[in-house]
């Protein structure tokens, strides 16, 4: 009966003990190993504060930049602490544009030039066009009627900033940009995570295709989508990556992150272009980077074409 009773104490032994290394390798598979991102439509939104098509976002700290894939004016990833804002949800349209145009008299940039950069997709280049502004954007013969809900295109710069005046806002900085397209996620290369495309899903307006020979539409669309077309990132803002490049505030330096301290950058006091962010409904498969929350741009301050927009902040 001993030998019994010890061989049942040695048999129990064993099973707590292989219980125990099961438990262990559950622990290890699901908190070691590296998470992938859920696309926005299966991750718990955060319950932020809305008002009049703004979102409130918290101050936090985040890492800006990347140290992977990266280009040289986008590294080394860096830590950055922002203070609470609110932020557009969406793109500014064509509908919200022309109440302030009506309510202004404000003349753009490209109206005051006469002429404006559209890229012809038949032709496969960009072209100068006499007669291309906001209300005509890819020329005189073109027009928005219908597209009231389609981003703004053909504003510079200084045309951003005088509606942001306007609508007392400002436009978001670039690090706030960045803080808001990743939605609170970490170590996410798009606005929705990690993958370009999660459940074979689109998730943004951008170019399928080798650009600039054709686009396949793969998304949807072939030229600008309507704000929202596609699902928010995890703080509920609209179109951060892809659609059209967004105005930030600041001057672009290349060598920015290796200068600016860690509290709310906002660029240097100076320069020569303003950076633009989130990529356009031109960034095609052989140049998806841009479409990436950390990627950087720039243009004149006075560039008007039909991939670039903006939203505010405040």
Known sequence: MQGRGAIRRWLNLALLVASAGLLLGIFALTTLRPQKEA??????????????????????????GSDFSASADERPAHEVDIDAFWIDALEVTNRQFARFAASTGYV???????????FLTAEQKWREIAGADWRHPEGPDSSIAGRDSSP?????????????????????????????????LFDC??????????????????????????????DGYRYLAPVASFPANS????????????????????????????????????????????????????????????????????????????????
């Open 39 to 64: 696309p926005p439509s299966l991750q718990i939104k955060a319950h932020l504060p809305t008002q009049a098509g703004m979102v409130h976002l918290p101050s936090g700290t985040f890492q800006m």
């Open 189 to 218: 290369e798009y606005a929705w995570g990690r993958e370009e495309m999660p459940s074979n899903k689109y998730f943004a307006n951008y170019w399928q295709g080798w650009f600039p020979r054709h686009d396949r539409g793969a």
């Open 108 to 118: 753009t940039t490209a109206e005051r030039r006469g002429k404006a950069r559209v």
């Open 235 to 314: 703080y509920g803002l609209y179109d951060m990556s892809g659609n059209v490049w967004e105005w930030c505030a600041d001057w672009y330096d290349k060598q920015v992150y290796q200068k600016l301290g860690e509290a709310n950058p906002s660029g240097p006091a100076e320069g020569i272009e303003k950076v633009r962010r989130g990529g356009s409904w031109l960034c095609a498969e052989n140049y998806i980077e841009a479409v990436k929350v950390y990627v950087r741009d720039s243009a004149l301050p006075d560039d008007c074409t039909n991939h670039t927009g903006f939203r505010c902040a405040r």
């Open 152 to 184: 703004v295109v053909q504003v510079s710069w200084h045309d951003a900033s005088a509606y942001a005046r306007w609508a007392d806002k400002r436009l978001p900085t670039e690090a706030e940009w960045e803080y808001a397209a990743r939605g609170g």
